[in-house]
């Protein structure tokens, strides 16, 4: 089924041109209307509530597609962050995004009016695009997921990542909202981080896949000292050590994706990490590759290598850095001690 | 190895320091591709010029300074301190100008080398070509023969200063030859010759710094030969030489942005991260070794004994070193690194974003990091020639 859901979605971004033209400002929108025309956009919410249905497998699917493509529009923030939140039934098909990130989190009080959410929450993806945005705060007992329209967002400032993609930092003062906004549970933040570097990571191993498709391609095309790159030995050792990070991608963001269903486990948390740690390297290693392989015509604006280029530099940094998540795991197994590292990494 | 300045070279760099402190202007110029910027820089080479600072590299006889490449090396190093100004007119003071002192007729060196010394005439590059890039001699532009003219047709590419430059120093394919370094001309074209067009090429960070440029039977007199023709190719080769002198500041630049990370580190609390500390402690080791690197290298040239080929050591050390600077500064500003605005807590000169994407584009310009591992292996260590 996911091959053909595959096939659907990756033929929908192709035909649209999607990477091509990412710089027309209508794209993200002509996109979005098209994915939910095949209902896409509801994969996550069930369908009793509206929604498509369909598993995390499949949602990873069509967010892998969207990343090889370039295509402009927050559908890993809905498909995989604001899913995991459990918030998307009250707009199944609508674009969402989801404010977390580690260390501060915006505040809750109750008031006699209402719950008032106060407080920063920076660099938030696609504030200006979507319909909902769902914040992670803290209301003094514990957290809870606050789900806020989009248009009720105070933007403090506005931003871009490297990509130039919106990330806009939000102040909210004292904005009062109605109970049916708010949803606790246990260690939100936590779970909604995960999701986030689940996403990420599956976004990364999406571009990394077009990215190797598109140096062997280069290196099979581009013709100098008489032949084409791809027969120099140097050229086939950096393209060889480019497709072993992509695999490593692939398998460590395809292991996340299915961790997604246990994230309330106790260690449900720690396959998302290990990706985006994983996929973090890999880009990295990826975008430099691409680079030295596709040489001076990859640094040119028209040639577009740098839209993938780009994404692999901020989807790295973002929802937790190699350096976050690392410290993480590391805390985690060494409190665990030696003799539970076997059976953490086979149970 | 001496690493203390004489006299001579102190009394050199305090002078250099005074003129510099008093006449480079304050904070950076307006970028070379608007009106303002490219009058601002024209002003600057004039005052250098005035200041008898703009080709200390040149033979006195051709009213250049005549210093040798330590005093060269000490001057950069104070240029690079006090942030002056690109230099708009490098090729033809560092390239084209050297090069028909070396291979130029004598009436030659009289019609050029007085506008390339005062930068009343800016010179661009025409070497690199669409199919000719690490292959230069794959070049195809060609100049066919007809009486006192060439027709030149074809198209430069990454021609650097390109839309502004009065001049190109360019390489042409005159003859047709079995073997490709043969049948090469190298011919100087006057950019405001009719049929030719040059269209900006913009980079992946917006930046338009180079230009593609095409040849449409534009007409170029013999005269404008340097050498002889059909036998550029090895002129061309004593040009690439002349390269070699380019960096010499580039090392204090280096420490200046290992410095502004630091700063940066501690701004953000993360001086007492221990990843944070062990990434700046081998930047830091990285500066002081480029600095030792240089003044060894200087040291040899200045004595004669470098033969060229190091230069590619040079340059693979600081290309692959350069990045990784710039990714400590990413992951030192994390996901804050506003770096498409020019947020001031998260300053960085020459704005981070740019830094960054000219610091990876060091390993493919001016020779890849494969083409530079070649010479390296082949020239410097002896290895046999690739298959």
Redesign the interface.
Known sequence: MNEILDETVQRLFSDHGAARDADRETVGEELWARLADLEMTSVGVAEADGGAGGTSSDAAVIVRAAARHAAPIPIAETLLMATMLGVRTRAPSAPWTVAV?PGELPRLHRTASGPALSGRA??VPWVRTVEWVAVVADDGDGQVVVSVPAQDCPIECT????A?EP?DTLLFDHLVLSDDQVVGGVELSKRALAAAATARAVQISGVLEEVLEATVRYANER????GPLGR?Q??QQLVAELAAEVAAARAAADAAVVALDALDRNDGWRAAAAAKVRTGRAA?VGA?VA??VH??MG?????G??RLT?RL?SWR??CG?E?YWGAELGRAVLSAGGSRLWPSLTD | MDLRESPEQAHFRAQARDWLGRYAPDGALSPVDTPEGLSAHRDWERLLFEGGYAALNWPVEYGGGGADVLTQAVFQEEYVRVGAPERINRLGLGLIGPTIMAHGSNEQKHRWLPGILSSEELWCQGF?EP?????LA?LRTRAERDGEFFDVNGQKT?TSLGMFADWMFALVRSSPSARKHHGITYLMIPMDTPGIEVRP????H?DVGFSEVFFTDVRVPVENVIGDIDDGWRIAMATLSFERGSSLGHHTRYSQDVETLIGLARRRGLDQDA?VRMAVADLYVQAQVFRRHMQRVVTRQARGEDEGFEASLTKLFWSEME?RLF?TA??IL????????EAPANKFPGRL?RRYWHA??A???AG???IQ?NVIAERLLGLPRGA
Request: hydrophobic letters at 35%; charged letters at 30%; zero cysteines.
């Open positions: 990130r920076a660099r931003d871009v990542n490297l130039g990330r013709e100098q000292f008489g120099f140097a050229v990295t430099r680079h030295q040489g001076a640094f040119s604006q028209e040639h290598l740098h780009r530099w940094e973002e850095a350096a | 690199s199919e000719a890039g690490s292959d794959a990454w090429l913009r980079q992946l917006g990843d990045p990714e990413l992951d994390g996901p804050f690194a506003e770096l498409n605005q974003d990876r584009a390993k493919i310009f890849t990091s494969e591992k």
